[in-house]
T-cell receptor, first 113, second 117 residues
Framework: NAGVMQNPRHLVRRRGQEARLRCSPM?????VYWYRQLPEEGLKFMVY????????ESGMPKERFSAEFPKEGPSILRIQQVVRGDSAAYFC???????????FGPGTRLTVT | AQKITQTQPGMFVQEKEAVTLDCTYD???????LFWYKQPSSGEMIFLIY??????QNATEGRYSLNFQKARKSANLVISASQLGDSAMYFC??????????????FGKGTKLSVKP
């Protein structure tokens, strides 16, 4: 499968725990975007990364959320001390560059209990 | 401010008929792109079609076409010969290019399309 891969597909965390969401972009893609989808809503941009660089994090909450895209390995979205309001679907998209189509992964559905 | 508006929360269409899903956008930027994505009940986001702001021809991809009216700032999706498998949420999205923060998509709230047999 040459598509964007995300894991886990479903993640359950208790309040206060940490959530780590992984995204492996399509082959040949070096640009990664993270989006969050709350129930009954469209997707909201969170952060845009290239290898080893955060290009735009204007959509990221200021606290508890961080993202990275290391030289080797997948992009990681980390949510520390999760709260119920973090329950959502988190999508990763990748592209060849800023001006190209973004292809989405299947999403990670985070449930905070 | 950049914004995408989809005014139809839900739509019904008879199988084999055509349907138009509305999308209007707001931006002061001259260079932008418009996208449509399909989200079936399984949850994944499937890219359907793209229209650049400088493209003079309306984009088409198989049964999907984008009715781009720049002066009206509308980018409606037309699905011809609807199939049962077209039942899904459809999202219109825009990408603008400004400053150093470029590339992210702005999504509408979506339209839920139901195809009746």
């Amino acid at each position: 499968n040459a598509g964007v891969m995300q894991n886990p597909r479903h993640l359950v965390r208790r309040r206060g725990q940490e959530a780590r969401l992984r995204c492996s972009p399509m082959k040949g893609h070096s640009h990664v975007y993270w989006y969050r989808q709350l129930p009954e809503e469209g997707l909201k941009f969170m952060v845009y990364l290239q290898k080893e660089n955060i290009i735009d994090e204007s959509g990221m909450p200021k606290e508890r959320f961080s993202a990275e895209f290391p030289k080797e390995g997948p992009s990681i979205l980390r949510i520390q001390q999760v709260v119920r309001g973090d329950s959502a679907a988190y999508f990763c998209a990748s592209s060849r560059g800023r001006d190209y189509e973004q292809y989405f992964g299947p999403g990670t559905r985070l449930t905070v209990t | 401010a950049q914004k995408i508006t989809q005014t139809q929360p839900g739509m019904f269409v008879q199988e084999k008929e055509a349907v138009t899903l509305d999308c209007t956008y707001d931006t002061s930027d001259q260079s932008y792109g418009l996208f449509w994505y399909k989200q079936p009940s399984s949850g994944e986001m499937i890219f359907l079609i793209y229209q650049g702001s400088y493209d003079e021809q309306n984009a088409t991809e198989g049964r999907y076409s984008l009715n781009f009216q720049k002066a009206r700032k509308s980018a409606n999706l037309v699905i011809s010969a609807s199939q049962l498998g077209d039942s899904a949420m459809y999202f219109c999205a825009m990408r603008v290019n400004y400053g150093g923060s470029q590339g992210n998509l702005i999504f509408g709230k979506g339209t839920k399309l139901s195809v009746k047999p």
